[in-house]
C-alpha cells in the first residue's frame, strides 16, 4: 500500500512561510534521526543540549523526504533537499495548526495529574470502531509533543485524540490553542509536579487552562470525585464549555453503579448521562474503571458510536511501563509482571498496590513492589513517601523493595516482615530482587521516570536471569 501524502513542498512551505529547496513528498514528521523512517520531513530542532541541525545529513541518508531546518548545515549538498524556516520550533507548530484547520476531525484533549496516557490510549480505541481516529504518540505531551502529533494527523482522520501535559502555570495554553478540542478531559488533580506549584489548587488552576481552546461550544468532562471540581467546571463555564462530570458520586453525570474487579478486567456498570451501560475494560484497576466514564462520555459528545466503543474497551491494553503486565516463564515455574515503570506521584501509586493487591499469585507465591522514589512532590515528598505504607497494609503486599533517597522514608515505616530490602539505586536493588524471586509471584516495578525503575523491567524480562534459570516473556 501506497503511504499516504501528508506534506507536499509547497504546502509545508506555505504553512511555514519558509523557502523550500527542492521539490519533494513527505509521507510522515520526525525529530529524531535515529527513529525516523523512510519519506518522513525531519525537523531540525534546537534544544538546550543538543542540536536537530547536526544530525539533517544523517536523516538525509535514511531516506527523509526532506529537512526542515533554520540554517543549512555545513557540508551538506546544494541539491539537499530542505524547507529553510527563521524559527524551526515556530515551524512546526504552524504546520500543527495548518494541519488542525486542514482536517475536519472532532478533536478531544486530554490533561490531568495522572491517567492522561491511558485515557488517551483508551479513547483512540474506542473511537477508532466509528471512524479513522488519529492520537499522539507515547506521551508526546509538551512544547514540542503537541504540534508534531498535529503535524502528524492524516488528512483522513474522522477524530484525534491529543494529550496536554505541564510541570509550570502557563504551558497548557498555547497547546490547547493549537490542538482547538471539541472536548476537553480533567482526569484527576492529584500531587504531581507540587514542586513547581504552591499547592494542589494551584496545578488545578494550571489544568483549567485547557478549556482556554475548546471551540465554542465545546465539553468539559470532569472528575467529580476531588475536591477541586468546582473550580475546574467553573473555569469551564467560563470559556462557555458544557460541563459534565464523571465518577461514583451521586451528582454525577456519567456515573459508576457497579465495578468488580478482577486481576485481569474491570466489569463497569454505568449510567451515560441517563443511558445505562453494561462493559468490560481489558484491564485491571478502579483507575481504568473510572477514566473509562470519562472516555465514553467523550465519544458521546464527539457524536461517535456509543455501543461500539464500550465493546472495544474490552481490548484494552496498558501503554508500555503504565501497568503493562507480563508472564515470565522460569524452567520451574512462571512469575507475572506489572510494568508501571514510567512515573509515580502518590495516587499512581496507592493504584498499583490495589491492582497488585487484587493480582492473582501462584501456590507458593506473593505479591512483591520494587518502589522507586516520586520525584517533584515539594516539601511534603518525606511524609507523601511514608504514608505509602497505609496502602501497602492494606492490599497485603508481602514484600517492598524500596530504591532512592526518598523511598527510604517508605522503608522506614514498613514493619519488618513487608520490607524486603532498600538500595540507593535501581541497579543496586536489583540483585536483592532477583534473589528472592520465586515462582508463582507477581512483581510490581513502579517509579518516576528518573528514579531508573525500567532498569529492573529490562533485567527481569532479559532472557536470562543473573544465576537464575532460562526464561522467556510473554506480555499479557
Same mark, same amino acid.
Given at each position: 500500500?501506497?503511504?499516504?501524502?501528508?506534506?507536499?513542498?509547497?504546502?509545508?512551505?506555505?504553512?511555514?512561510?519558509?523557502?523550500?529547496?527542492?521539490?519533494?513528498?513527505? *509521507?510522515?514528521?520526525?525529530?529524531?534521526?535515529?527513529?525516523?523512517?523512510?519519506?518522513?520531513?525531519?525537523?531540525?530542532?534546537?534544544?538546550?543540549? +543538543?542540536?536537530?541541525?547536526?544530525?539533517?545529513?544523517?536523516?538525509?541518508?535514511?531516506?527523509?523526504?526532506?529537512?526542515?531546518?533554520?540554517?543549512?548545515?555545513?557540508?551538506?549538498?546544494?541539491?539537499?533537499?530542505?524547507?529553510?524556516?527563521?524559527? *524551526?520550533?515556530?515551524?512546526?507548530?504552524?504546520?500543527?495548526?495548518?494541519?488542525? !484547520?486542514?482536517?475536519?476531525?472532532?478533536?478531544?484533549?486530554?490533561?490531568?495529574?495522572?491517567?492522561?496516557?491511558?485515557?488517551?490510549?483508551?479513547?483512540?480505541?474506542?473511537?477508532?470502531?466509528?471512524?479513522?481516529? =488519529?492520537?499522539?504518540?507515547?506521551?508526546?505531551? !509538551?512544547?514540542?509533543?503537541?504540534?508534531?502529533?498535529?503535524?502528524?494527523?492524516?488528512? =483522513?482522520?474522522?477524530?484525534?485524540?491529543?494529550?496536554?501535559?505541564?510541570?509550570?502555570?502557563?504551558?497548557? #495554553?498555547?497547546?490547547?490553542? @493549537?490542538?482547538?478540542?471539541? #472536548?476537553?478531559?480533567?482526569?484527576?488533580?492529584?500531587?504531581?509536579? /507540587?514542586?513547581?506549584? %504552591?499547592?494542589?489548587?494551584?496545578?488545578?488552576?494550571?489544568?483549567?487552562?485547557?478549556? @482556554?481552546?475548546?471551540?465554542?461550544?465545546?465539553?468539559?468532562?470532569? +472528575?467529580?470525585?476531588?475536591? =477541586?471540581?468546582?473550580?475546574?467546571?467553573?473555569?469551564?463555564?467560563?470559556?462557555?464549555?458544557?460541563?459534565?462530570?464523571?465518577?461514583? !458520586?451521586?451528582?454525577?453525570?456519567?456515573?459508576?453503579?457497579?465495578?468488580?474487579?478482577?486481576?485481569?478486567?474491570?466489569?463497569?456498570?454505568?449510567?451515560?448521562?441517563?443511558?445505562? &451501560?453494561?462493559?468490560?475494560?481489558?484491564?485491571?484497576?478502579?483507575?481504568?474503571?473510572?477514566?473509562? /466514564?470519562?472516555?465514553?462520555?467523550?465519544?458521546?459528545?464527539?457524536?461517535?458510536?456509543?455501543? /461500539?466503543?464500550?465493546?472495544?474497551?474490552?481490548?484494552?491494553?496498558?501503554?508500555?511501563?503504565?501497568?503493562? @503486565?507480563?508472564?515470565?516463564?522460569?524452567?520451574?515455574?512462571?512469575?507475572?509482571? &506489572?510494568?508501571?515503570?514510567?512515573?509515580?506521584?502518590?495516587?499512581?501509586?496507592?493504584?498499583?498496590?490495589?491492582?497488585?493487591?487484587?493480582?492473582?499469585? %501462584?501456590?507458593?507465591?506473593?505479591?512483591?513492589?520494587?518502589?522507586?522514589?516520586?520525584?517533584?512532590?515539594?516539601?511534603?515528598?518525606?511524609?507523601?513517601?511514608?504514608?505509602?505504607?497505609?496502602?501497602?497494609?492494606?492490599?497485603?503486599?508481602?514484600?517492598?523493595?524500596?530504591?532512592?533517597?526518598?523511598?527510604?522514608?517508605?522503608?522506614?515505616?514498613?514493619?519488618?516482615?513487608?520490607?524486603?530490602?532498600?538500595?540507593?539505586?535501581?541497579?543496586?536493588?536489583?540483585?536483592?530482587?532477583?534473589?528472592?524471586?520465586?515462582?508463582?509471584?507477581?512483581?510490581?516495578?513502579?517509579?518516576?521516570?528518573?528514579?531508573?525503575?525500567?532498569? #529492573?523491567?529490562?533485567?527481569?524480562?532479559?532472557?536470562? /536471569?543473573?544465576?537464575?534459570?532460562?526464561?522467556?516473556?510473554?506480555?499479557?
Amino acid at each position: 500500500m501506497t503511504p499516504e501524502v501528508l506534506w507536499t513542498a509547497q504546502e509545508a512551505r506555505d504553512a511555514c512561510d519558509g523557502r523550500a529547496l527542492g521539490d519533494w513528498i513527505a *509521507t510522515g514528521v520526525s525529530i529524531d534521526s535515529r527513529t525516523l523512517e523512510p519519506g518522513e520531513l525531519f525537523v531540525a530542532l534546537e534544544g538546550p543540549r +543538543n542540536d536537530g541541525h547536526d544530525h539533517v545529513g544523517e536523516a538525509l541518508s535514511r531516506g527523509a523526504a526532506a529537512a526542515l531546518v533554520r540554517h543549512i548545515p555545513e557540508g551538506l549538498s546544494r541539491a539537499a533537499p530542505l524547507l529553510q524556516v527563521a524559527d *524551526t520550533l515556530a515551524a512546526l507548530e504552524a504546520l500543527g495548526s495548518h494541519a488542525r !484547520n486542514r482536517v475536519g476531525a472532532r478533536i478531544a484533549a486530554v490533561t490531568g495529574s495522572v491517567g492522561k496516557t491511558g485515557t488517551k490510549v483508551a479513547l483512540d480505541r474506542a473511537l477508532s470502531r466509528s471512524g479513522a481516529c =488519529h492520537a499522539s504518540a507515547a506521551s508526546y505531551n !509538551n512544547l514540542w509533543g503537541v504540534p508534531l502529533s498535529l503535524a502528524r494527523m492524516p488528512r =483522513h482522520s474522522v477524530y484525534g485524540v491529543f494529550e496536554i501535559g505541564m510541570n509550570h502555570a502557563g504551558e497548557i #495554553v498555547p497547546l490547547t490553542h @493549537q490542538v482547538r478540542p471539541q #472536548v476537553a478531559i480533567v482526569t484527576a488533580i492529584t500531587a504531581a509536579h /507540587l514542586e513547581f506549584f %504552591g499547592s494542589l489548587t494551584e496545578i488545578a488552576e494550571a489544568k483549567a487552562e485547557i478549556f @482556554q481552546g475548546l471551540e465554542p461550544g465545546g465539553g468539559a468532562i470532569i +472528575n467529580r470525585e476531588g475536591e =477541586h471540581f468546582e473550580l475546574l467546571a467553573g473555569r469551564a463555564r467560563e470559556h462557555g464549555a458544557k460541563v459534565l462530570s464523571f465518577g461514583q !458520586n451521586d451528582d454525577a453525570d456519567i456515573r459508576l453503579e457497579r465495578l468488580a474487579l478482577h486481576p485481569a478486567c474491570s466489569c463497569v456498570s454505568a449510567d451515560i448521562a441517563g443511558q445505562p &451501560i453494561t462493559y468490560k475494560v481489558g484491564l485491571p484497576g478502579r483507575h481504568w474503571a473510572l477514566n473509562s /466514564l470519562a472516555v465514553l462520555a467523550a465519544v458521546q459528545e464527539l457524536g461517535a458510536d456509543l455501543g /461500539l466503543a464500550a465493546l472495544a474497551l474490552a481490548e484494552l491494553e496498558a501503554p508500555a511501563g503504565r501497568g503493562r @503486565q507480563h508472564r515470565v516463564e522460569l524452567d520451574e515455574g512462571h512469575f507475572s509482571l &506489572i510494568d508501571d515503570s514510567y512515573n509515580a506521584n502518590p495516587a499512581s501509586v496507592e493504584a498499583g498496590l490495589e491492582v497488585l493487591g487484587g493480582a492473582e499469585v %501462584g501456590a507458593t507465591g506473593r505479591r512483591l513492589a520494587v518502589l522507586g522514589d516520586m520525584r517533584e512532590l515539594g516539601p511534603d515528598a518525606i511524609d507523601m513517601h511514608a504514608a505509602l505504607a497505609a496502602a501497602v497494609e492494606k492490599n497485603d503486599i508481602d514484600l517492598v523493595f524500596t530504591t532512592g533517597p526518598m523511598m527510604v522514608h517508605l522503608a522506614a515505616s514498613l514493619p519488618a516482615n513487608r520490607l524486603g530490602s532498600h538500595a540507593d539505586s535501581a541497579e543496586e536493588i536489583l540483585p536483592q530482587v532477583l534473589a528472592a524471586l520465586r515462582p508463582g509471584d507477581v512483581v510490581l516495578v513502579k517509579g518516576s521516570l528518573a528514579s531508573r525503575m525500567g532498569l #529492573v523491567v529490562e533485567a527481569l524480562l532479559a532472557p536470562r /536471569l543473573q544465576g537464575r534459570s532460562r526464561r522467556r516473556a510473554v506480555n499479557g
